[in-house]
């Protein structure tokens, strides 16, 4: 019998919280709610967390830190931010500080069920992906280790978002294939909605400007127009960005 998975919820609006509550058990998770940012701290560094459900604005520690704490944490716990702060800035930092996932307010609590639900199930594929297939991947100066969850490029560290580790990680296990932006959705992200595609855009954009010599004309990542993007077993000559 597999464990009960464990979600902390940071929230503090009351009704809210108590929905999530709701919503999240019925699906078989054991929730625990802070109602500040100090005691969802001091909840999340007490470890054994398969997933963090966090707000931004809260009293005491703010959001963002927490999100930025928990990432310099040993263990890897999948992110969701949920704020009232829906704008493109607000939801770029928290991605930059590791969040897996942004929910702007107010949204659907079967979405974010959704989304939680798919978030663990890509953490077990991931780890059991990287058991399967443990070794480094090297691929013309890109260096990926899927344990470790480390990459670098002509021996220089890239500092990557969690999602954006495993969209490149992804990207290099299948060189040359083509994925649309929904394949990418489905296989990466976990889920499949109609209308998230920029998510996939904004993504491979911001790893672009990583990777790549020139994002604006690409050589590792490319467009295939119509049809999607493709990882290229050799850097090819460079080409458009959109």
């Not at 702060?85 to 590791?98: P, Y």
């Not at 990583?210 to 050799?234: S, V």
Request: glycine fraction near 8%; include cysteine.
């Amino acid at each position: 019998m597999r464990p009960v998975k464990r979600v902390l919820v940071v929230e503090d609006d009351a009704h809210i919280a108590e929905l999530l509550r709701l919503h999240l058990r019925d699906e078989g998770y054991e929730v625990v709610h802070a109602a500040d940012g100090n005691e969802g701290l001091r909840l999340l560094e007490e470890g054994g967390w398969d997933a963090l459900v966090l707000d931004l604005m809260l009293p005491g520690v703010d959001g963002l830190e927490i999100c930025k704490r928990a990432r310099a944490m040993a263990r890897y716990t999948p992110i969701i931010i949920t704020s009232a702060r829906s704008s493109e800035v607000h939801r770029i930092l928290g991605l930059e500080l590791g969040a897996d996932d942004y929910l702007a307010k107010p949204f659907s609590m079967l979405e974010l069920v959704a989304r939680v639900k798919a978030l663990l199930r890509r953490v077990e594929a991931m780890a059991h992906n990287a058991r399967i297939d443990s070794g480094v991947l090297e691929l013309h100066g890109l260096r990926i280790d899927p344990v470790a969850r480390v990459a670098s490029i002509e021996g220089q560290a890239l500092e990557l978002t969690p999602r954006e580790f495993d969209l490149l990680h992804f990207f290099a296990r299948h060189p040359d294939q083509v994925f649309s932006r929904m394949d990418l959705l489905n296989q990466v992200w976990g889920y499949q909605h109609d209308g998230y595609e920029h998510t996939v855009n904004t993504h491979i954009n911001r790893l672009r400007a990583k990777i790549e010599a020139d994002p604006a004309h690409p050589r590792r990542i490319l467009t295939m127009w119509g049809r999607g993007y493709k990882f290229a077993d050799a850097p090819s000559a460079a080409g458009t960005g959109a």
